[in-house]
């Protein structure tokens, strides 16, 4: 979710789910250690529950960085050991990691020592073209054990290392959720998360009778809406989610007029809305608008105005929620 998930991005999606966490985009430990933090770490007080997603192998730095998200805030640090990339892979980080174990659980047991946020892992089912369960319940017993970690969040497909894009390793390696079933029926006491290929709520209910959790990743971006019913559905809560996508998009007009005030271009936060009214009549309109680069210049209050003008009359929001 590189260069998606970033505090714009999140913003939005606090506002049409207000239980489901969120997570940053994957931060390096040496844009942190030698960066400019503020820009990696500032948020909105609204995204909260939130956590920061890092990327690195050396246990000091990742104590470091642990420390540094304990104190801009954060209500979760997450290790990555899922991330295929080649570049990530040279920087030795990411999912090359699970060949290192014992590594990882140094380095988890290093930001558990440095900080009081709960530590997590997320990491994909196996390396390569290995489908040996033991190296899954291996990697996840040694983090327990050794480091001390107790969620772990699972990408149910292996990360190919080698000739793969970072696309081709979601689509390609084969979906085996019954392996995340099986880590959660050995690792009972341990929270287990599925991830990969969940584009449905009712296949998010589905995973819930195996699991403990359910991290939902670019369905959830392309196709934002579906977030406004997971409060209700999921946690049981239906007073704090919006109920129509119209408010959703004033109350993104009004934060964009915020960055406005502050000198910054708004429309680096209105790509992350554009799938708002995917489905409906006229929502290819809205998005040519908002994505107009001749447009930057007026205010978001006026390109909202001519956006909606593409979209044809709309049922009422009862409706709209019924069918969405």
Known sequence: ???????????FHRLLTRHTRLYTEMVTTGALLHGDVPRHLDFND???PVALQLGGSEPDDLARCAKLAEQ???DEVNLNCGCPSERVQRGAFGACLMAEPELVADGVKAMRDACSLPVTV???????????????????????????????IVHARNAWLQGLSPKENREVPPLR?????????????????????????????????????VMVGRHAYHEPWALAAWD???????????HDR???EAAMVSYMDGLVAQGLPWAYAARHMLGL???LPGARRWRQVWSDHKLKAMAPAEVSALARQGLRARPSADTIAAFA
């Open 1 to 11: 979710m590189m260069d998606w998930t970033d505090r714009h991005c999140r913003f």
């Open 72 to 74: 801009w805030g954060y």
């Open 277 to 279: 009214h995917n489905g």
């Open 122 to 152: 997320k990491h994909r089912i196996g390396i390569d073209r290995g489908e040996d369960y033991g190296f899954l319940r291996d990697f996840v017993g040694t983090l327990h054990q050794r480091g001390g970690c107790e969620v772990f």
């Open 232 to 242: 209700q559905r999921f946690f049981g809560d239906d007073s704090v989610a919006l």
């Open 246 to 248: 119209a408010a959703a």
């Open 177 to 213: 959720h019954e392996q995340v079933y099986r880590l959660k029926a050995d690792f009972p006491a341990l929270t287990i998360v599925i991830n990969g290929g969940i584009t449905t709520d009712a296949q998010i209910g589905e995973h819930l009778q195996h699991v403990d959790g």
């Open 46 to 48: 609204e995204e909260h």
